[in-house]
């Protein structure tokens, strides 16, 4: 088994950067890619980045292209989003995810944490 653990989150104002963190633990070894999503209030799961272990394949959504970095320390088995030019809209839980194969989809990801609250405001 996997657990996620999220942790980052916070009230920023727009325009300003925050970091997001994503410790890994468990079964290390069935993991191949690692993925950050989000959820808005009253809105679906979206997909926000993804990065395999090797770090050699990262994939961005087009909304946080540029604004956003997906990197990993494998040696911390963590996972990290550096968010920055923070919009209103950026505004949800952000979720981290483990997959056995490489996958942009949230229902190819087996496991999930808890999610972060990211609130930009004001």
């Known amino acids: 088994q996997v657990q996620l653990v999220e942790s980052g989150g916070g009230l920023v104002q727009p325009g300003g950067s925050l970091k997001l963190y994503c410790a890994a633990s468990?079964?290390?070894?069935?993991?191949?890619?690692m993925g950050w999503f989000r959820q808005a209030p009253g809105k679906e799961r979206e997909f926000v980045a993804r990065?395999?272990?090797?770090?050699?394949?990262?994939y961005y959504a087009d909304s946080v292209k540029g604004r956003f970095t997906i990197s990993r320390d494998n040696a911390k088995n963590t996972v990290y989003l550096q968010m920055s030019s923070l919009k209103p809209e950026d505004t949800a839980v952000y979720y981290c995810?483990?997959?056995?194969?490489?996958?942009?989809?949230?229902?190819?990801?087996?496991?999930w944490g808890q999610g972060t609250q990211v609130t930009v405001s004001s």
């Open positions: 995810a483990a997959s056995s194969i490489l996958a942009v989809v949230a229902t190819r990801y087996d496991y």
């Open positions: 468990g079964s290390i070894f069935s993991i191949y890619a």
């Open positions: 990065i395999t272990w090797s770090g050699t394949n990262i």
